[in-house]
Structures are given as structure tokens and as C-alpha cells.
């Protein structure tokens, strides 16, 4: 079985700072992992995944992840937030290690970004 | 760029009574997947379906939900009977290359 946690369901930042959302991961096999953005009213976009090639993943709009299988996380960063970033966040885990097996989602984390 | 579409967008329904939500896959994939979202929940898997059966189920999934895929390009979610409960946004996906691409959502309400 796999799980995910995304340890704060809300994130404010200021234009221009950086963006840390913070997921961690349980899974059975060796995971792919995604990070999936949802716009208001609209559907869910793939910002990025890894499945087991680099650690470090770059994704669209500016925003990486790094796997880290000693602490079972997969952190979304983004240097210098933008005002178009402001969304919910999801951290998404796929069974059995394929990214065609269901995917179990986080609970999600809305981004803020003020002026 | 080829995208999931589905219809409608909004689906206000009476209790107990029948529902079909509809979904266009992106033409060339092979997997397809139903996922709900409970207002203040988390995106959960229904189900998914490859070479014309279901593939996995949740146990969400139950005998008041069927789906199908009628005509090669379609991809339903039949509700027989619904429930106050059953009111969601419900998410279709399809796969290919190591990306689940979702469609917009329809947005189900059952008074």
C-alpha cells in the first residue's frame, strides 16, 4: 500500500521568494512520484514527476523535486514565486512503482502568493 | 495539444436517480480512470480500465457504479442510484508515457 503526506495544507509567500510544499511518501515498491497543480475551476496539470531516473526532477513553470529515499520525501521547490503559481498543490504516488497504476493523492497544499 | 474533455460540466441531479458522466480519452491511450473529490477531501481513486475491463476498483467503487467504453472514444461513469454522498467532482483520466492526463472535471450535485 502507499500513502502520502503533504505536512502543511496552506503556504503563504510574497512574490518573488522562494515556494517550499513539503510531501512524504510511503510506498511498498519503489515509487513514481508526481506533483500535480490545480487551478480554480480548473483540472489537474502534471508539474512534474519522477520515476526512478534523476533524483533531482525539473518540472514546467520553474518548479523541481528532489527524491530523497532515505527520508521519504519529494519537496517541491520553486526559487521565485509568481503570482500565476497561486493554486493547490497536490504531492501523488503511484501504486506498484508504474505510473499506470491508480494514484493515491495528498490532501493538498493551496499556495498563496501576495504582492 | 490533445486534451481529455468531459461533459457535462455541472450535473445537478434528485436522489435515487440515474446518472451518466461522459469522458473523451485522448485518442491513442490505453488506460482510463475515474477519480473523485469530495468538497474539502482529497482526490480519490473509482477505478480504472484497460483492454475493455476493469482493471482495479476501489471499494468506493460498488455495484451502483459501472462504467464503459461504448464506442471506442467515449469513456462513461454510470451512477444507478445516487446518494447525497455520491456529490463530487468527478475526475477522468487516460494514460500514456508515465503521465496520467486528467480532464476538467464534472461537477456532480445530488439534492
Known amino acids: 500500500a502507499q500513502s502520502v503526506t503533504q505536512l502543511d495544507s496552506h503556504v503563504s509567500v510574497s512574490e518573488g521568494t522562494p515556494v517550499l510544499l513539503r510531501c512524504n511518501y510511503s510506498s511498498s515498491y519503489s515509487p513514481s512520484l508526481f506533483w500535480y497543480v490545480q487551478h480554480p475551476n480548473k483540472g489537474l496539470q502534471l508539474l512534474l514527476k519522477?520515476?526512478?531516473?534523476?533524483?533531482l526532477v525539473k518540472g514546467i513553470n520553474g518548479f523541481e523535486a528532489e527524491f530523497k529515499k532515505s527520508e521519504t520525501s519529494f519537496h517541491l521547490t520553486k526559487p521565485s514565486a509568481h503570482m500565476s503559481d497561486a493554486a493547490e498543490y497536490f504531492c501523488?504516488?503511484?501504486?506498484?512503482?508504474?505510473?499506470?497504476?491508480?494514484?493515491?493523492f495528498g490532501q493538498g497544499t493551496i499556495l498563496t502568493v501576495h504582492p | 495539444e490533445p486534451e481529455v474533455t468531459q461533459t457535462p460540466s455541472h450535473q445537478v441531479t434528485q436522489m435515487g436517480q440515474e446518472v451518466i458522466l461522459r469522458c473523451v480519452p485522448i485518442?491513442?491511450?490505453?488506460?482510463f480512470y475515474w477519480y473523485r473529490q469530495i468538497l474539502g477531501q482529497k482526490v480519490e481513486f473509482l477505478v480504472s480500465f484497460y483492454n475493455n475491463e476493469i482493471s482495479e476498483k476501489s471499494e468506493i467503487f460498488d455495484d451502483q457504479f459501472s462504467v464503459e467504453r461504448p464506442d471506442g472514444s467515449n469513456f462513461t461513469l454510470k451512477i444507478r442510484s445516487t446518494k447525497l454522498e455520491d456529490s463530487a467532482m468527478y475526475f477522468c483520466?487516460?494514460?500514456?508515457?508515465?503521465?496520467?492526463?486528467f480532464g476538467p472535471g464534472t461537477r456532480l450535485t445530488v439534492l
Open positions: 519522477y520515476t526512478s531516473a534523476a533524483t
Open positions: 485518442s491513442n491511450h490505453l488506460y
Open positions: 501523488v504516488v503511484s501504486a506498484g512503482g508504474t505510473s499506470y497504476g491508480k494514484l493515491t
Open positions: 483520466a487516460s494514460y500514456r508515457a508515465n503521465e496520467q492526463f
